[in-house]
């Protein structure tokens, strides 16, 4: 064979890999390198270029890097303005997903396992129905109060301006007297210092891991689970080959879990962190979280009512599920 001849060959064999190959724009929310929620994106990243030898690569941008805002990411992967994202603020755009929220619903980690696994159906027919396909998830440990004011009970939120992240959040608040004021994550800092809120519901691996020197007080009420769904471009997604479909599948099953776990242990860090450096960290008064199952459970309902059959029928399945 000429030389001429191979090295066309090897030219034409360069230029269809070249041409297989599928590189993709990842996004999200978080604009902290540091934080579990992006050290887990960068992992999946590096292993789907690994492990599907380079067939699909990623580039990972962080928050506010895109001109995407927090709340629009799931609709930019419904377009295909990305193809590939972590979404906490997804329930914007899949409001049925807020169920998982409702405060005071689920109470620990083998609820929410149990919760998650009875609402995936409903959630990849209404994440089907913005052009986007669920891969998996991860969640952030309990959401919990944090105050520049001196808390001790539920009863002490009465009066005071509480940054939300949700309505369903926003009626805990209220529940209690408070005023719930949303915000977006930037505008907390500043927010606290000029008094516009006196307080957080939040983790500390999570917004208390940056907002802590304005919080000198932690009420630890598991108000509620915040959880971010990983999210793919339901075209792009399926113009993948099978076997590269399944390992990002594969990948994000593994990671999600994973991240979850570093959360996990993040908080427990974060919160001795916190207490070594003056935080005063309150353990559960007594009766509160009777009182508040009391207060919030007829909400649960109310709220699943007034939002139509198929928010009735995910909040039945999770109760069915969590046996409550």
């Known amino acids: 064979m000429k030389l001429s001849t191979l090295g066309a060959m090897v030219a034409l064999a360069a230029s269809t890999t070249i041409a297989q190959a599928t590189d993709w724009t990842a996004y999200t929310y978080s604009a902290v390198s540091t934080t579990a929620a992006v050290k887990g994106m960068n992992r999946i990243v590096e292993r789907v270029g690994k492990e599907t030898d380079g067939e699909l690569t990623m580039q990972l941008h962080l928050g506010k890097t895109l001109q995407i805002a927090s709340s629009d990411i799931t609709q930019a992967v419904g377009d295909g303005i990305v193809d590939f994202a972590a979404d906490f603020f997804f329930s914007g755009s899949v409001p049925i997903a807020r169920v998982l929220n409702l405060p005071l619903l689920i109470e620990n980690d083998d609820e929410w396992a149990k919760a998650t696994d009875a609402m995936e159906p409903i959630l990849v027919k209404a994440f089907a129905r913005q ?9 952030y440990p309990e959401q ?28 805990f608040v ?4 408070g005023a719930p004021i949303t915000l977006a994550g930037t505008e907390v800092p500043t927010a606290l210092e000029r008094g516009v809120i006196e307080g957080v519901l939040t ?5 208390a891991k940056n907002w802590h020197e304005f919080l000198p007080y932690n009420y630890r009420f598991p108000v509620n689970y915040g959880n971010s769904m990983i999210i793919a471009n339901t075209d792009t997604f399926e113009a993948l080959s099978e076997k590269d479909q399944d390992l990002l599948r594969k990948i994000v099953v593994e990671e999600g879990p994973a991240t979850t776990k570093e959360f996990i242990d993040d908080e427990a860090a974060q919160k001795a962190s916190q ?27 109310a709220w699943a009512k007034e939002n139509g059959p198929e928010y009735e029928e995910a909040l039945k399945a999770i109760r069915t599920a969590i046996g409550k």
Do not use: C
Not at 174 to 177: L, Q
Not at 203 to 207: C, E
């Open 131 to 139: 052009g986007v396909t669920p891969l998996g998830e991860y969640r």
């Open 144 to 171: 919990t109060i944090f105050a520049t004011f001196e808390i001790n009970s539920l009863a002490d939120l009465k009066g005071h301006k509480i940054r939300v992240t949700s309505p369903e959040q926003g009626k």
């Open 174 to 177: 209220e529940a209690f007297g």
């Open 203 to 207: 983790a500390s691996a999570g917004g």
């Open 275 to 301: 207490a070594s450096a003056g935080m005063m960290i309150v353990g559960l008064a007594d009766g509160d979280l009777a009182t508040a199952r009391q207060k919030l459970s007829p909400y649960w309902e």
